[in-house]
């Protein structure tokens, strides 16, 4: 978790100096809890409440891409939001690196869509002796996920009130069971200052349509998985992904190729229980899949969609397809010649469901 903090923290540290249009926003919350499978236990009735602060900065077109990707904001928001129950599942704080785009910008009033991912603390998790009727989540450390439609309403050059609906979600990802999440609606109302009221945008000749190259990409990424026993054993999971695509427009690249994923904890219960060789351990322990993806790039971050048909049809696979999401951070530039290596953290799922999270490491050519 701490890796993972470090990352989102220096992604955005990175990426901020290349803006000049800042604003800060104070904003209260409400909503409710969605209660997304039966058999949760805890009392969903009582609604959520809470604040949030959020810095923000606004590309200037001092970079390539800024315009190819519409301008777009990034920031950062510090979350407090009081769950309704505050004896079984209490509060959640955190951070929450994020980027949002507009959908409509016109003079009184802008239209966008915001995502991010960050890290936050949730104050009551499941404990079998002091909080035993908390089924929905494990550990206090958890992914954030935020998915965003918002309406600012602009005062003047300082001032804009900023009025959005947000779907939040907490999980591990089964890192510590159990993990079914916390799903959040809510409604966000709050007052934002513009600190740099006037930007002056400038234009620069870009370079990146005339990429025509063909881009190889190699990475890694090593995650834990938590199988049935709440406080249980923590099984490895390795994921080898290897990919090859084009631009297909001047900050999306799609690419094709072959991912390896080893399951650990399939590995251990083969071992345990069917009395295999070593060599067939590993193979039943082992997933190939076909993958396409679409990564879309803003700047030296980007994120990478992608789906995987199996290839295999090993002893507990739970589908015939996959989902991963991915985070980047690159050291060099995409469109630089020779080897590019970034820093990832990925979240893989099956349907709605994810499986586990990965940091790793990798590379483009």
Request: proline share 3%; hydrophobic share 40%; charged share 15%.
């Amino acid at each position: 978790m701490v890796i993972r903090l470090s990352i989102l923290l220096f992604l955005f540290c990175s990426i901020q100096s290349t803006a000049q249009y800042r604003s800060v926003g104070l904003h209260v919350i409400g909503g409710g809890l969605i209660k997304h499978r039966n058999f949760i236990t805890i009392d969903y009735t009582k609604p959520s409440f809470g604040f949030e602060f959020n810095y923000e900065q606004k590309a200037d077109g001092s970079k390539n891409w800024h315009k190819a990707c519409r301008y777009p904001r990034w920031g950062v928001s510090y979350l407090f939001l009081h769950f309704g129950n505050k004896e079984e599942l209490g509060w959640a704080m955190g951070l929450v690196p994020y980027v949002n785009i507009d959908f409509l910008n016109k003079e009184r009033f802008r239209l966008y869509g915001t995502f991010g991912v960050g890290l936050a603390v949730v104050s009551a998790p499941f404990d079998r002796i002091s909080n035993p009727r908390n089924n929905v989540i494990g550990s206090y450390i958890n992914n954030n996920t935020r998915f965003e439609l918002g309406l600012d309403i602009h005062l003047n050059s300082q001032f804009s009130l900023r009025n959005t609906i947000t779907f939040t979600h907490y999980s591990n990802a089964a890192s510590q069971l159990p993990n079914l999440g916390i799903n959040v609606l809510s409604g966000r109302f709050g007052l934002m200052y513009h600190i740099s009221a006037k930007q002056k945008v400038s234009e620069v000749p870009s370079t990146v349509e005339s990429d025509k190259r063909v881009h190889f990409s190699f990475h890694s990424s090593f995650g834990f998985r938590e199988i049935s026993t709440t406080n249980g054993p923590k099984f490895p999971m390795l994921q080898i992904n290897v990919q090859s695509g084009l631009f297909i427009t001047s900050n999306q690249l799609l690419q094709a190729g072959l991912e390896y994923d080893y399951q650990g904890a399939v590995y251990e219960f083969m071992r345990n229980n069917g009395g295999f060789a070593a060599s067939e351990l590993m193979a039943r322990a082992s997933r190939v899949s076909f993958v396409l993806s679409d990564e879309v790039f803003i700047g030296r971050f980007s994120m990478q969609f992608q789906a995987g048909v199996y290839l295999t049809r090993n002893d507990y696979q739970p589908w015939f397809m996959h989902f991963r999401l991915t985070a980047k951070y690159y050291f060099r530039n995409i469109f630089d010649k020779g080897i590019k290596p970034y820093l990832l953290v990925a979240i893989k799922a099956h349907k709605i469901v994810a499986e586990y999270y990965s940091v790793g490491f990798g590379f483009t050519i």
